[in-house]
């Protein structure tokens, strides 16, 4: 996931965190938006400030930490079948 994307509203953050919430993942990868030259994104407006991006991306990534958490602890104990190739 990528927060910080240029013109996403808290309204829009929220959304997404309702979306981890209601998904219950057990791993999950989340970045920062990162402009690039030459890109749609670049040009795109209104940028999202380097603060907001850095607080919205901590918190996605602690509600996701302790969703890969529960997820761990859920399986102390269980034998789970093992596929090799």
Request: hydrophobic letters at 45%.
């Amino acid at each position: 996931m990528i927060v910080g994307v240029p013109g996403e509203t808290d309204a829009d953050f929220e959304a997404t965190l309702d979306l981890v919430r209601a998904v219950n993942y057990a791993a999950c990868f989340s970045f920062k938006y990162s402009r690039r030259p030459g890109t749609p994104g670049a040009a795109m407006v209104p940028q999202i400030d380097e603060g907001v991006k850095s607080e919205r991306l901590a918190a996605l990534q602690a509600l996701l930490n302790d969703q890969q958490v529960a997820f761990n602890e859920s399986q102390i104990g269980r034998t789970l079948p093992v596929l090799f190739e």
